[in-house]
């Protein structure tokens, strides 16, 4: 299997790498070979050889040895050539090959590729590096990965958190997301934050201006001329219709009565 970079793998180990390790220290060492480049097995595209079977160059020994060969030229992939594979088949050829060969669709497959798919094994030539990390860079910007598939979407808060290297424990997650969905409910003893020593700056006004209403819809009963005739509107220090002289009234003794 290859990454974006052209390097090699074998499958067994990548999928050992993406697998849940019990030991650490693998996890680790594995982390490091792979620098980031492999997360999941959209970041990396099986590589098909065309394989061969050759005989030794040492005549005394029986078995034959496996190797890869051009399917177009016939010549040996190995360290002194120059090979490529496409994206997304995965087919490998010579870079000769390819470069001769016109249209851009597999010779193994027929399946089309585009130019920049074409992906140098192991390459050393600094333009070819250059090349590679470029077009995954526009492959990320595009949502897609390695193989040209959908990558997984990430959420802004996780994009956020690796943005400034943060590390947040879990549980701490989970407090968050619970706070978010449960609002706690805060009292405080009447009269010390506005109606019933509410705090919420909205519910408080929005109590205010009902009690106010009611206040004013009181007094306006009050004013009421059904109400209003229930109450003597008379000032009582004042005298009032007969008896306003009754502590100042004179009586005369008849006077057959006098002795």
């Not at 390459?123 to 910007?141: F, G, H």
């Not at 005298?239 to 005369?252: A, E, I, L, W």
């Amino acid at each position: 299997m290859s990454d974006s970079n052209g390097r090699l793998y074998n499958k067994a180990s990548i999928l050992e790498h993406l697998l849940p390790a019990e030991d650490g220290s693998s996890k680790a060492e594995a982390d490091a070979v792979l620098q980031g480049a492999v997360k999941s097995l959209k970041d990396v595209v099986e590589v098909k050889f065309e394989v061969e079977e050759k005989s030794p160059d040492d005549k005394s020994s029986g078995s034959k040895k496996e190797v890869w060969k051009c399917p177009i030229t016939g010549n040996i992939l190995g360290p002194g050539s120059k090979a490529v594979y496409l994206v997304p088949c995965g087919h490998a050829f010579s870079a000769s090959a390819i470069k001769e060969v016109s249209g851009e669709k597999c010779l193994q497959c027929d399946q089309t590729y585009a130019s920049n798919d074409i992906i140098p094994i192991i390459p050393t030539a600094p333009t070819d590096i250059a090349r590679l990390s470029l077009r995954l860079k526009t492959l990320q910007e595009q949502g897609l990965t390695h193989s040209l598939k959908k990558a997984a979407k990430e959420s802004k808060k996780r994009k956020k958190r690796e943005e400034k290297d943060e590390i947040i424990p879990a549980s701490v997650v989970a407090d968050e997301e619970k706070s978010r969905s449960v609002t706690p409910r805060i009292t405080t003893p009447a009269g010390e934050n506005g109606a019933g020593g509410i705090q919420n700056t909205s519910t408080r006004a929005l109590t205010d201006k009902v009690l106010q209403e009611q206040e004013q819809k009181k007094k306006r009963k009050m004013e009421n001329d059904n109400v209003r005739s229930l109450f003597s509107s008379r000032d009582p220090t004042k005298p009032h219709g007969k008896s306003s002289d009754f502590m100042t009234r004179g009586f005369s003794i008849p006077a057959n009565a006098r002795r």
